[in-house]
């Protein structure tokens, strides 16, 4: 049962859900830990809300791929309500022209698709997808340990050496293809292996999930990486629909938490974080309220954490100036729309598979460049670059009989607005264009609305404290991965401030629902009070062979 810590001995700042498996990893090994939520409901970005009467959704988060087995293991979350289902096919590219492009299914059904866009992408397939699978291979073996943390001598050696051991077994094409991938642009990645325009769309779209720039940004090809590296019921790169909601996921993280003590606070918004003697002494509320503790374990953002919950001259001077120059803000733009009934391509008007993948509207490459400039110039893609949901199509408690519900994940929109104009004022503006663009592939979409909730940049942080409207904590730059994430010398989950922790997006690996700075972060706590035994590795079957990677 959970119960209330007058005195713990950890406070964790914000209840997302790496803050919840943070907490219950230390709970299990008995320390008294306390969340501290700053909303009316636990999950951070990652809950199912009532955005218009009878039609509930994933407010922001809303597709699983990246959570870690060994955390949905450990915590027991499917005897908590947890369930995924697995999409029929990865992704659905309407073309137009009463084109279209499905991706997944099937290596070899992707592989006939492809041959009506070009027979040489098709025959590539394989090769190309072994590479990614090889690349991703190396990140999965890294995901869950914590980076080498510069500054720790021999000790920082040893870790890396063990880290990277596995690139000694890479043949030469295949270091090739990863330095590629971790240098490249996602248009020069792909360029080098295929030659159809809306295939490299299909695979492109990856590099700009969560990231303001353009297929052209160097770099912008290891996003695409970040978000292969997953799984769906042991299927590698799938994406999937968690029943109820993102919300049932940290309900069942929040469940587990208390099943091992966790006292978890809702309505108790952090002003500060206490430090005393060039230490951590705890927190202080909003409402004024001082909570003592020796460690306090952020899982609010680096931006957040260092520039509006410290005192500057408890941090020293030289990490102030690098966090200041820390980048977060990932141009996202997300809504949620309550249907009359599912929209009906022009390529493909009737109910199908396509209605249950992820649906793409960012038809080239070029077309997303097109967004990104457009929202540099302007302050959001005259046509956005849209991935849509329709979550309804499978869990019938969203949506009333016969009505849907849709997801709208949309990039590119200005973290701040050009000329001093303001995205309260504007965010309605911009998601009509989010509309016209839907329209321009469904025709009659727009009368299918019957309501809608709208979050742009400045609403992503307002309402979830992504500063920026950053999804991902941080731009997913290799100036702010690894041991570099926030910033190199404190890779490692532990502050410049003793007893300060960050388990939050901001640290390796980054951004999606991993669960992976949680655990990571639980491990640093664990092995500085000398409990680090008490977190076992628990190992598990390996995933079988994915499909072709999607969203």
């Known amino acids: 049962m959970a119960r209330s810590h007058e005195n713990p001995d950890v406070l964790i700042v914000g209840g997302g859900h790496n803050g919840l498996v943070c907490a219950f990893y230390l709970a299990r090994a008995g320390l008294k830990i306390c969340i501290l939520e700053r909303r009316h409901v636990i999950g951070g970005a990652a809950v199912t809300e009532e955005f218009h009467p009878g039609f509930r959704n994933s407010t922001a988060s809303y597709t699983v791929s990246l959570l870690q087995p060994k955390v949905i293991r450990d915590m027991a979350l499917a005897d908590h309500g947890y369930r995924v289902i697995e999409r029929p096919i990865a992704n659905f590219l309407p073309l137009g022209e009463g084109n279209y492009l499905k991706m997944g299914g099937g290596l070899e059904r992707t592989q006939a698709e492809f041959q009506r866009f070009s027979m040489h992408d098709a025959q590539v397939l394989p090769a190309y997808l072994d590479a990614l699978e090889t690349a991703a291979g190396l990140l999965r073996d890294m995901v869950l340990r914590a980076p080498p943390n510069a500054g720790d001598g021999l000790r920082a050696l040893v870790e890396g050496a063990l880290q990277v051991r596995r690139l000694r077994g890479l043949s030469l094409a295949e270091q090739r293809d990863l330095l590629d991938l971790f240098t490249k642009s996602a248009r020069d990645f792909l360029d080098g292996w295929f030659e159809s ?16 720039a353009s297929p052209d940004t160097p770099g912008s090809a290891y996003v695409m990486l970040h978000h292969v590296f997953g799984e769906v019921n042991g299927t590698k790169g799938a994406w999937g629909h968690c029943i109820g909601g993102m919300g049932t996921l940290t309900q069942a993280m929040a469940k587990a938490c208390r099943t ?36 306090v374990i952020a899982n609010v953002g680096p931006k957040l954490l260092y520039e509006r919950l410290m005192e500057p001259d408890d941090l020293p001077a030289d990490f102030r100036r690098r966090m200041k120059g820390y980048k977060a803000g990932s141009g996202s733009f997300r809504m949620n729309v309550a249907l009359a009934e599912l929209p009906r391509f022009t390529c493909l008007p009737e109910p199908g598979e396509h209605h249950r993948s992820g649906i793409i509207i960012a038809p080239s490459l070029d077309y997303m460049d097109r967004a990104f400039n457009d929202a540099r110039l302007w302050g959001w893609a005259k046509r956005p670059i849209v991935e849509m949901l329709i979550p309804s199509t499978v869990d019938d408690s969203l949506a009333p009989a016969g009505a849907h519900v849709a997801s709208l994940f949309c990039q590119h929109f200005a973290p701040e607005l050009p000329d001093g104009r303001d995205w309260d004022a504007e965010e309605d503006r911009a998601a009509d264009a989010v509309i016209d663009t839907v329209e321009e592939y469904a025709p009659g979409f727009r009368a299918l609305i019957l309501g809608r909730s709208v979050l742009s940049p400045k609403g992503l942080e307002r309402t979830f404290g992504l500063s920026g409207g950053d999804i991902m904590h941080g731009r997913m730059s290799l100036d702010q991965l690894w041991a570099a994430r926030p910033v190199l010398g404190h890779g490692n989950y532990r502050g410049p401030v003793k007893g300060l922790y960050m388990c939050g997006a901001g640290t390796h690996p980054g951004g999606g629902v991993t669960g992976a700075p949680g655990h990571n972060a639980a491990q640093a706590v664990l092995a500085d009070r000398g409990l680090f035994r008490r977190l076992p590795f628990i190992g598990g079957a390996r995933p079988r062979r994915s499909n072709p990677p999607g969203r």
């Open 197 to 212: 325009e809306p295939i490299k769309a299909a695979f492109g779209f990856d590099a700009m999930v969560g990231n303001y």
């Open 260 to 295: 091992v003590g966790v006292d978890i606070r809702l309505e108790a918004p952090v002003e500060q974080v206490l430090v005393d003697g060039g230490e951590v002494a705890g927190v202080r509320l909003q409402d004024g309220k001082e909570i003592a503790a020796s460690a």
